[in-house]
């Protein structure tokens, strides 16, 4: 079963992180702290683990996922986080990344979707 949630915050600091390349997301239940730097979503489970070649939906864009860090997996399905980074590199640099390719980074409002089609 694919993972898809809808945006339902979008925080003070997104903008900031965009402007450096990544996107972090959390569920719509992170703390206040938390929140501010990230875009929520809607609590959704994870029965499969996202992978290089699985597509993700952003906003308004799709992206290919290019490398996946070793804790990404477990906070996507533990607490709905990880830290998109739009560089379609081959590896991460941290645990908790995923690596993304794809045009430009996406438009995000409330409402949208974000969800892993896994292949």
Known sequence: ???????????DLVKDFIEQGMIIVYNDN????LAEMAVTHTIA????EAKTGDV???GNKD????AVGDEANHTLH???HC??????????ELPGH??????GMPEINIGDPFEIYFT
């Open 1 to 11: 079963m694919d993972y898809k949630t809808k945006v339902t915050g979008i925080g």
């Open 30 to 33: 992170a703390p206040k702290e």
């Open 45 to 48: 489970s994870m029965d499969q």
């Open 56 to 58: 993700v939906i952003l």
């Open 63 to 66: 992206y290919v996922i290019t």
């Open 78 to 80: 533990n607490i709905g």
């Open 83 to 92: 830290t998109f980074c739009f560089s379609g590199a081959s590896e991460v």
């Open 98 to 103: 995923i690596q993304l390719e794809g045009e």
